[in-house]
């Protein structure tokens, strides 16, 4: 437990990671995440922990790779084209089982883009992301408070299941103050056990070995099969979402992360005008609240998925809803941010549609 | 039977997949034989490349991670940090080192790295196939310079050794070779040093070891020794390029 602190998103979230028991960092400068290295910069001596900026994405990646490996708990963040550089590292961290962690402060694409909020890089996020069949578990912060408490849970996720865990955020919460406390106590990392599989001294055990590659014939689908059996316990575990207003709603909004604040906007004028209007945010993008939105789509007449990029949440919730409701969209992409208005707007044109008084387009 | 030079206790008993003639089994245990005389074998972490040596997280009897191509030096310098009592090494082929990897391979020099790097330079790419090597001679044929090496088309091959030396961060950097029992035992001594240097605190240290390669050149085990004698040493003289006893840049051309 502590105080309450003013803090910017970015510096919230580094300083969740060392609170968290982080002791190594290595990244690249990117606008908008620069805040995050340059406080790890000083944080991390602090606390006798490593901090590295290094040439480029592609080699911060590889060091976590090898710091990951020694068993300690580790960190590096970027935004989207540096988080398109390290895919294949995280691939190789993913296929080597290391419970990397990383926060994408997602920008503008593609290519150079913009240095604004966006929400483009869902797919990238919760497909996994670089080759290979794999997962990342990704949380999706709406607030600078969550931005520094997540990073706990995703160091545990990671390691009970051996997976990279990242935090899906914004250039909006990477830049934005809020007030936040942190609600966990502070983990000393000494207090953590060591994992089986470390790297360090082989005195007196077998050696050991990290490494993503089988090429005995068979051997890497039988370990790639063993992994799908974590994802899928990922998947009925570890999913976590906010309903809100959700049990009358005869339209339910579907947003993450910085669209799901401006939803927020829109769900409050609904219901002032006794519109029927529900929201269900996913705060886990992976594993998905599939379950929970096909519940939801056995009492509702429809969904409006918003999300700051072209349409791609949609098809999550479209897969989920398997065709039971119509799953409408309100997309904007590249740096734009949606207003409450603009949704508010959307959703008396849904609500008037799904009446019949005039057809859907 | 009294056994004089038994296999280095930091070498795994398995089969070597690597082919006649090939260098790496003669690197593995020259590596081998530095961690069993330095005593460090048990808090030593070795970083396996891709290409032929992949497979050498098998044959080094130390924890070993393997990693992406080019990447050796970034693990390395992962792991070295999280655990400076550790003693760490990278073994790297041309293509990893000089081409994909050049960006760490620098960086690393750069930062002064307390690390160990065994870059082997055959002048081709093995496991792909006989490709272009960043150091591959002038004229020299590949796969994908069918007609040799051409200066227009492809550009010149990189010397690692004079590039680093350029580098304030580079400790040590030395390019000895493989081709005859002599240059062996003194590839021997370089490959020593550069992990007594990490035990003393030292940093950065490479050491080059111009290898062979007789299967993708299409040639005998003794060609190739005779092509490392012939055509690689005029391209890549052996010597000392940086932290030679006395400070002094010490190349023999032997």
Not at chain 1, 151 to 178: F, N, S
Not at chain 1, 340 to 350: D, K, M, P, Y
Not at chain 2, 116 to 136: K, V
Not at chain 2, 164 to 172: D, F, S, W
């Amino acid at each position: 437990m502590s105080e309450k602190l003013l803090m910017k998103g970015n510096e919230a979230f580094a300083e969740g990671t060392v609170r968290a028991g982080c002791r190594f960092f290595a990244g690249y400068p990117i606008t908008p995440q620069n805040e995050v290295p340059e406080y790890m910069s000083w944080r991390l001596p602090e606390v006798g922990g490593s901090f590295i900026q290094a040439e480029s994405e592609v080699a911060a990646i590889n060091m976590l790779y090898g710091a990951a490996a020694t068993g300690i708990r580790t960190m590096t963040s970027s935004s989207s084209p540096g988080i398109s550089l390290k895919q294949e590292g995280i691939s190789y961290c993913a296929g080597a089982d290391l419970p990397i962690f990383y926060a994408n402060v997602a920008r503008g694409g593609p290519g150079l883009g913009n240095i604004a909020g966006a929400q483009g890089d869902y797919f990238q996020s919760v497909r996994g992301g670089g080759h290979g069949d794999y997962r990342v578990f990704v949380m999706a912060p709406d607030s600078v408070s969550e931005m520094g408490n997540f990073p706990l849970h995703c160091y545990e996720v990671a390691e009970k299941y051996r997976v990279p865990a990242m935090i899906l955020a914004d250039g909006i919460l990477g830049q934005m103050m809020e007030p936040l406390e942190f609600k966990f106590e502070t983990v000393d990392p000494k207090s953590l056990k060591t994992p089986p599989w470390a790297l360090g001294d082989c005195t007196g055990r077998k050696k050991r070995i990290v490494r993503s590659y089988d090429l005995s014939e068979g051997a890497l689908e039988i370990m790639t099969l063993n992994r799908a059996k974590r994802y899928k316990e990922i998947e009925e575990k570890e999913v976590l979402f906010e309903a809100r207003s959700c049990e009358d709603a005869e339209l339910i909004l579907v947003a993450y992360g910085t669209s799901a604040r401006a939803s927020t906007a829109a769900l409050k004028m609904a219901r002032a005008q006794g519109l029927k209007v529900g929201l269900l945010r996913p705060i886990t993008l992976w594993p998905f609240p599939k379950k929970k939105i096909q519940e939801l789509a056995a009492k509702t007449s429809s969904f409006l998925v918003v999300e700051m990029s072209l349409g791609q949440l949609v098809d999550d919730v479209r897969l989920a809803v398997d065709g039971r409701v119509p799953v409408h969209l309100h997309a904007r992409p590249s740096g734009a941010v949606p207003t409450g208005e603009e949704i508010f707007a959307q959703i008396q044109e849904e609500l008037k549609a799904q009446k019949g008084e005039y057809v859907c387009y | 039977m009294l056994l004089i030079n038994p296999r280095p206790e930091s070498l795994v008993d398995v089969k070597m997949h690597y082919c006649p003639g090939c260098g790496h089994g003669v690197a593995h245990r020259l590596v081998a034989e530095a961690m069993d005389e330095l005593g460090i074998r048990e808090r030593t972490i070795g970083v396996a490349p891709v290409g032929c040596a992949v497979f050498s997280d098998d044959y080094f009897n130390c924890d070993m991670i393997q990693g992406a191509h080019g990447r050796g030096p970034a693990i390395a310098t992962g792991l070295k940090r999280t655990r400076p009592d550790c003693i760490v090494f990278s073994y790297q082929g041309d293509g990893d080192l000089a081409s994909i990897g050049m960006g760490e391979t620098i960086h690393s020099a750069a930062r002064g790295e307390n690390i160990t790097i065994i870059f082997i330079n055959n002048a081709t790419y093995g496991m792909t196939g006989g490709q272009m090597a960043p150091t591959t001679l002038m004229g020299q044929k590949a796969s994908t310079c069918p007609l040799g090496r051409d200066p227009q088309v492809n550009g010149y091959p990189i010397k690692v050794c004079e590039l680093l030396a350029q580098l304030e961060g580079a400790r040590y950097l030395e390019r000895v070779s493989l081709h005859t029992a002599a240059h062996v035992i003194k590839a021997k001594k370089a490959v020593k040093k550069a992990f007594q240097n990490q035990v003393d605190g030292k940093g950065f240290s490479l050491v080059e070891i111009l290898s062979t390669c007789p299967t993708n050149m299409g040639i005998s085990p003794l060609e190739a020794t005779k092509f490392i004698a012939d055509k690689m040493l005029a391209q890549y003289p052996l010597g000392v390029y940086k932290g030679a006893e006395g400070g002094k840049i010490d190349v023999s051309r032997n």
